[in-house]
């Protein structure tokens, strides 16, 4: 039995302790928060031990995997800690603040082979990973382009900017669905509330064979949407995360170019099919996470959004960064993305 210990009970630490609770060969042992309303909840709601001391939780002797569902700006010294207490740990979104926090993680898990995983939790939805199949499949054909739209109205956050809170989400889904490496980034942003980051911005990644993906995050939006489109050559892909059932559409829809050089002759004709709704799996996805983890943990094995993940998205939230205080400079990926 894997004792869990979570700290931070505020707006996704419930949910962490709902799953963990129900998963086969875990454990909570403890749940921890410095504001005591929190803890009361998570006495009532599941029986867990509680504790104000994060250091409790990291000492406790029946914790082998800490849980960190803090704000950004805390997760790497609470992850190090953890660590170096000889315990593995599940991150939330995105890992650290920076390239160089996220490496010294992954070197320490690495170093005391201890599991580090990150809560990339979309790529556990049933959604992405029939994406990620489709996609591997080669049915689709060649990859085009990524174009999502994640907006809404608020929630606003004091230490990360909206790239770090939501395109965090569409850049681990393209890391995992695509299995591309990027060549460059670009993003322009502003902030609109006084004393507070960029609350609206706008990111284009440029990959090898003309792939191309353009994020447009937003904290002002009067609507919520959190959808992309995937197009292929041969077919194409609508993911609508907020579609409570029917959260993918594939389109037989395309083009086909006519390669004879004559000018009087059509170059660029278009083909349209049949619309195709995949079945799901409708299993949650931090439920999926959560045995996921578990059994990183028993049988030693990388989890599917490690470390690394973790890292790779982090270089990009950073080089965008970086290209959004330059009004949109394209940042080279192997040059100065470690800003």
């Given at each position: 039995?894997?004792?869990?210990?979570?700290?931070?009970?505020?707006?996704?630490?419930?949910?962490?302790v709902?799953?963990?609770?129900?998963?086969?060969?875990?454990?909570v042992?403890?749940?921890?928060d410095?504001?005591?309303?929190?803890?009361?909840?998570?006495?009532?709601?599941?029986?867990?031990?509680?504790?104000?001391?994060?250091?409790?939780?990291?000492?406790?002797?029946?914790?082998?995997?800490?849980v960190?569902?803090?704000?950004?700006?805390t997760?790497?010294?609470?992850?190090?800690?953890?660590?170096?207490?000889?315990?593995?740990?599940?991150?939330?979104?995105?890992?650290?603040?920076?390239?160089?926090?996220?490496?010294?993680?992954v070197?320490?898990?690495?170093?005391?082979?201890?599991?580090?995983?990150?809560?990339h939790t979309?790529?556990?939805?049933?959604?992405?990973?029939?994406i990620?199949?489709?996609?591997?499949?080669?049915?689709?054909?060649?990859?085009?382009?990524?174009?999502?739209?994640?907006?809404?109205?608020?929630?606003?956050?004091?230490?990360?900017?909206?790239?770090?809170?939501l395109a965090?989400?569409?850049l681990?889904?393209?890391?995992?669905?695509l299995?591309?490496?990027?060549?460059?980034?670009?993003?322009?942003?502003?902030?609109?509330?006084?004393?507070?980051?960029?609350?609206?911005?706008?990111?284009?990644?440029?990959?090898?064979d003309?792939?191309?993906?353009?994020?447009h995050?937003?904290?002002?939006?009067?609507?919520?949407?959190r959808?992309?489109?995937?197009?292929c050559?041969?077919?194409?892909?609508?993911?609508?995360?907020?579609?409570?059932?029917?959260?993918?559409?594939?389109?037989?829809?395309g083009i086909w170019?006519?390669?004879?050089n004559r000018?009087?002759?059509?170059?660029?004709g278009?083909?349209?099919?049949?619309?195709?709704l995949p079945?799901?799996?409708?299993?949650?996805?931090?439920?999926v996470?959560?045995?996921?983890?578990?059994?990183?943990?028993?049988?030693?094995?990388?989890?599917?959004?490690?470390?690394?993940?973790?890292?790779r998205?982090?270089?990009?939230?950073?080089?965008?960064t970086?290209s959004?205080?330059?009004?949109?400079?394209?940042?080279?990926?192997?040059?100065?993305?470690?800003?």
């Amino acid at each position: 039995m894997i004792g869990i210990g979570v700290i931070g009970y505020g707006y996704w630490g419930p949910n962490l302790v709902r799953n963990f609770t129900a998963t086969p060969g875990a454990h909570v042992v403890t749940a921890c928060d410095v504001r005591e309303e929190r803890l009361a909840l998570a006495r009532k709601q599941y029986g867990v031990g509680t504790t104000t001391d994060h250091r409790e939780v990291i000492a406790d002797s029946r914790v082998d995997c800490v849980v960190i569902a803090t704000p950004v700006s805390t997760h790497f010294d609470l992850a190090m800690q953890a660590m170096q207490a000889g315990k593995h740990v599940l991150i939330e979104k995105p890992m650290a603040l920076n390239v160089e926090q996220a490496m010294r993680l992954v070197e320490e898990a690495e170093r005391r082979a201890l599991v580090l995983m990150v809560d990339h939790t979309f790529i556990y939805t049933g959604a992405v990973r029939k994406i990620k199949e489709l996609l591997s499949s080669g049915e689709m054909g060649q990859v085009y382009y990524y174009d999502s739209a994640r907006v809404n109205l608020g929630l606003f956050q004091d230490d990360v900017d909206v790239i770090w809170d939501l395109a965090t989400h569409d850049l681990a889904i393209m890391d995992y669905v695509l299995s591309i490496p990027p060549e460059a980034i670009s993003a322009t942003g502003v902030a609109h509330v006084p004393g507070h980051p960029e609350d609206v911005a706008y990111i284009s990644i440029f990959f090898p064979d003309n792939v191309i993906a353009h994020l447009h995050v937003n904290w002002l939006a009067p609507v919520k949407l959190r959808r992309a489109l995937i197009g292929c050559s041969k077919k194409m892909i609508v993911y609508d995360d907020l579609e409570p059932s029917e959260k993918i559409r594939v389109y037989d829809k395309g083009i086909w170019v006519n390669q004879d050089n004559r000018v009087h002759e059509l170059r660029v004709g278009y083909r349209s099919g049949d619309v195709w709704l995949p079945k799901l799996d409708g299993t949650e996805a931090l439920a999926v996470e959560a045995r996921h983890l578990i059994d990183c943990i028993e049988n030693g094995s990388h989890p599917l959004t490690d470390g690394l993940a973790g890292l790779r998205v982090v270089r990009l939230l950073a080089a965008a960064t970086q290209s959004m205080r330059a009004r949109g400079q394209i940042i080279e990926l192997n040059q100065g993305a470690e800003l």
